[in-house]
């Protein structure tokens, strides 16, 4: 009985391992996130896709047991079926992503933050910060949904919630929705902090609570835009000498002109 080389063996099961890695774990998260409370996720990820490449897994893995039961040799073509399994699905995931622009929940939230940090510090006297509900929900108005799945359902929309006399930001918002703006204002209003309620930065999966990266909240600092600097004043050009000391000024000419020698008296002779 032949057997094939340590080095097939290796590459077979090493593709293997890929395989249910990579699309093991895609389909786990894509059935997770048809049932959690919370989901890091723009929308539902594929089903079908990283099943079907498991079914193939499956096949071929049966074609590879087949061929070492019957004691075929390093020519048998099964022992080459895995890893070409792998190279053809990891080639149809890149050309299914080509067009696409990855970017994970938490960095759009961050992009929200900004933007209504940039649009509230807009609206500010050049004193202090907004603090109008009815006008800081009018800059939710242009916004996507929230980057959130809620039960497999992508979150409806952002909602926004104004709290004044604030000593700084909120760490802890228990019971408000995915896709809620916490807009805490100072008791002076020189500053407002702006929290999110989604996931912490890096967890796929969970409850609802104040977006924070590595433990800390991530916080928006909304600050008066101080009011752009008057143009200097002209400089004021001189005014036009009075008719009484008009005169004067033909006069003190010929007196600095006679202080040459020359124009007091003719130079002597020798």
């Known amino acids: ?135 800081l929900q009018s800059l939710l108005a242009e916004l996507d949904p929230p980057p959130y799945l809620v039960r497999g359902q992508r979150a409806a929309a952002w909602s926004l919630q104004v709290r004044p006399g604030c000593e700084g930001p909120v760490r802890e918002a228990p019971g408000l929705a995915v896709g809620t703006l916490i807009y805490c204002v100072a008791p002076d209003r020189k500053m407002a902090w702006i929290s999110l309620v989604a996931l912490p930065a890096g967890e796929r999966f969970g409850l609802p609570e104040v977006l924070s990266v590595d433990g800390q909240p991530h916080v928006a600092v909304v600050q008066p835009t101080p009011p752009e600097e008057e143009e200097g004043a002209p400089l004021a050009l001189p005014l036009p000498s009075s008719p009484e000391t008009a005169p004067e000024a033909p006069a003190r000419a010929v007196a600095l002109d006679a202080r040459d020698a020359g124009a007091l008296a003719p130079a002597p002779t020798p």
């Open 1 to 135: 009985m032949t057997r094939p080389s340590l080095k097939t063996l290796l590459g077979n099961a090493a593709s293997l391992g890929a395989l249910g890695w990579l699309y093991g774990r895609d389909l786990l998260d894509a059935l997770r996130a048809r049932s959690a409370e919370v989901s890091a996720f723009p929308e539902p990820p594929l089903v079908v896709w990283p099943a079907g490449v498991l079914a193939a897994t499956v096949g071929v893995l049966g074609v590879v047991l087949w061929g070492l039961v019957r004691g075929r040799g390093e020519d048998f073509k099964g022992y080459r079926l895995l890893p070409i399994l792998l190279l053809c699905s990891l080639f149809v995931d890149l050309v299914r992503v080509e067009d696409e622009v990855p970017r994970r929940s938490e960095d759009q939230a961050a992009l929200v933050l900004r933007y209504v940090e940039a649009k509230a510090e807009a609206l500010s006297d050049g004193r202090t910060v907004p603090s109008d509900p009815a006008v």
